[in-house]
């Protein structure tokens, strides 16, 4: 490159690597250097490597020898979550009570509960998917993938916490789990293909490489560029095509025209032991540049950084298929040459990182919210503003009512119950139980470390106000919304509730506020409410706790997923609530509800609690499951039917709720 001058040619008059012959010893000499997949078959005296052993089984990789020809685009569209209950996800977790409710005693000299050394399981694992699914996907079996994953995620974060942590060793609870889904079969998608992947939908979201892994959307846990080997030309020689890129980088021109994304090559990048270099044209490199001339699709991942209230978290966004336009080299921050490649994104695609800089734009004040009737319709109850947005109509805002973040208890309501704390000093310590916190939840946190609930629970106990812990983790939902909400009108469904920030599956949204309610009293006025949450109503049941096999624990633990309280719980929101009251149903719901208690001043306080059930992209409506009623004297095994249309359009609709 000379003054301004850049040579597009240099790289496609550079010989590929791949033309080398390779040369082998003759039998006299010292074996070759073996190199086996991470996850097996191992020849004779090897073995597999953290974190690719914690499991039996191996798993033959892909025959990658075979490209699919490229699908079709999907036509625009929004996206429609998928039944999430025909996947079983146990939890192995017990509590320690007795059948009556109560807990059960634990001898004092009981200081600590050991957490179970992880052992493989003696039975063979089944993951319930077949050699088709696990070589094409879908919708659905992609999304119960993820959840397996997470879920399984989540217990051995949970596992790690209990454990006495060594200063300056970083746990990575993500590439454990991952690496017992690659090699128990837990997958799908393992046939490569340029183009689109089955099951999974522009827009989605991943907090962790491994995921993309999982569903094949990217397969390398770290290289930026995934590729596929392919006969190509006359002679029918092999050369490589690009899959998928996984970009990091942030520039100003992706706010400008995030459909455009110049690209560099990988390698040549200086670590501990070498200097920085040119970039290479091979690998991933010459695997663009051959896309480049076939002109076949390439799947983009989006890398972004975001802060999340107490550290920085990556996120990884599907933005679609892209082509690649033009490829030259030029000169990198440290002298030496970079291979470039500037990529366009296809037309008529759902929109993807385009929505993450358009909300970029927004926080930032750089262009204003389309459609804004009010900044903050909480006036400042909540620590996060809640916008109010109508794209849709004329109409300017909800029918009145006061914002509250709590539950009213009527007298006649009051539910008294001794309140004692804990003496834990600093922090309760999971394990410890003599903690009372601690002991109600059967002796583990019901969160990890980053506020994510790790299982649903008959009832969820939190630490009470009173207890002086200064770190506590158990108090999540008393901590009220972190999230950037909205309150925003449908076109079918009145007033609906979104976010602006990704939630993370499992992650705490917000507690169902208003008025605690006696049923008896309020049945005549219940059907005409439609801000009521009802307990007794009859709700799909669904599994999103992890597999007790897939962790290597005894499935005789498991406790119920089903919600219980100490009695029926109906909260009214329709003169006093929150953001919650805004919640549309779904029949495929994406958030689920789980009971929460905690004591303070000599009151047990019951709350209705809203957690992510999968990873939610921000702008996706909030819906949860309304259930229905159960007809009077209707028995056990009898159908139930809502007693409302229900428009929520997923293919799993009842045609009715409430």
């Not at 190199?35 to 097996?40: M, Y």
């Not at 998928?82 to 192995?92: D, H, I, K, V």
Request: one cysteine or more; proline letters at 8%; aromatic letters at 8%.
């Amino acid at each position: 490159m000379e003054g301004n001058y850049i040579d597009k040619t240099r790289v496609l008059d550079i010989k590929p690597l791949r033309t080398l012959r390779p040369i082998f010893p003759s039998g006299n000499q010292a074996p070759p250097f073996v190199c086996a997949p991470p996850f097996g078959p191992f020849p004779a005296g090897f073995s597999p490597f953290y974190p690719f052993g914690s499991s039996q089984v191996n798993e033959q990789t892909p025959d990658l020898s075979q490209a699919q020809h490229q699908p079709q685009l999907p036509p625009q569209g929004q996206h429609q979550p998928q039944n999430l209950s025909e996947r079983s996800l146990a939890t192995p977790s017990r509590p320690l009570r007795s059948s009556n409710g109560d807990i059960e005693p634990v001898e004092s000299t009981l200081k600590r509960k050991t957490p179970k050394k992880r052992q493989l399981s003696t039975v063979n694992f089944e993951s319930g998917i077949s050699v088709a699914e696990r070589d094409n996907g879908n919708r659905e079996l992609v999304t119960s993938v993820l959840m397996r994953f997470d879920a399984l995620r989540r217990r051995l974060a949970q596992l790690e916490d209990a454990e006495d942590a060594v200063n300056g060793i970083i746990k990575r609870p993500d590439l454990k789990a991952g690496s017992t889904c690659m090699s128990r079969g837990v997958r799908t998608n393992t046939k490569k293909r340029p183009g689109l992947v089955p099951g999974v939908e522009i827009g989605d979201i991943f907090f962790f490489r491994f995921e993309m892994c999982l569903v094949g959307l990217h397969s390398p846990s770290m290289a930026g560029i995934d590729y596929l080997v392919i006969k190509g030309g006359d002679a029918e020689e092999e050369e490589p095509i690009a899959t998928s890129i996984v970009s990091s980088a942030y520039t100003e021109n992706d706010r400008v025209n995030p459909d455009v994304l110049v690209y560099t090559g990988q390698g040549g990048h200086a670590d501990k032991d070498k200097e920085a270099s040119d970039q290479k044209l091979e690998r991933g490199n010459l695997a663009l540049e051959k896309s480049l001339h076939r002109n076949n699709a390439v799947r983009v991942i989006r890398g972004l950084n975001l802060k999340e209230a107490t550290h920085r978290v990556k996120i990884y966004v599907y933005d679609g298929i892209y082509e690649i336009k033009e490829a030259w080299i030029e000169k990198g921050k440290s002298g030496h040459d970079t291979f470039k490649y500037k990529l366009v994104r296809a037309p008529n695609q759902p929109p993807g990182f385009a929505t993450w800089t358009e909300i970029q734009s927004w926080k930032t004040g750089k262009s204003p919210r389309r459609g804004l009737i009010l900044p903050d319709l909480t006036s400042g109850v909540e620590s996060v503003a809640v916008s109010l947005v109508n794209e849709v109509d004329s109409e300017n805002g909800p029918s009145y009512f006061t914002y509250s973040t709590t539950v009213k208890y009527s007298m006649s309501f009051q539910l008294t119950q001794p309140s004692s704390g804990c003496g834990c000093g600093n922090k309760c310590k999971p394990g410890n139980l003599e903690c009372p916190c601690i002991r109600k939840n059967g002796g583990e946190f019901p969160y990890t470390g980053n506020d994510i609930l790790v299982s649903r629970r008959p009832m969820v106990y939190e630490c009470s106000p009173s207890c002086p812990c200064l770190t506590c983790k158990s108090k999540v939902t008393q901590m009220g919304v972190k999230l950037r909400l909205e309150v925003f009108k449908t076109v079918d469904r009145g007033w609906g509730l979104r976010s602006w920030d990704p939630i993370r599956a499992g992650a705490f949204i917000c507690v169902y506020a208003g008025e605690a309610r006696d049923k008896s009293k309020v049945q005549q006025t219940m059907a005409n409410d439609d801000f009521t949450f009802d307990t007794t109503r009859v709700y799909t049941p669904f599994k999103w706790n992890y597999e007790a096999g897939l962790a290597d624990e005894d499935a005789s633990e498991e406790v119920s997923e089903e919600p219980q309280l100490p009695l029926p719980l109906i909260i009214s929101a329709k003169n006093i609530g929150n953001v919650a009251r805004f919640m549309n149903h779904s029949c495929s719901p994406n958030v689920f509800w789980q009971p929460v208690s905690y004591e303070n001043n000599g009151q047990l306080y019951l709350h209705v609690a809203f957690f992510a059930i999968s990873h939610i992209p921000p702008k996706t409506e909030l819906t949860y499951d309304y259930g229905v009623s159960r007809p009077t004297g209707a028995q056990n095994g009898n159908p139930v039917y809502g007693k409302k249309r229900c428009f929520c359009g997923t293919q799993y609709c009842r045609g009715s709720f409430g």
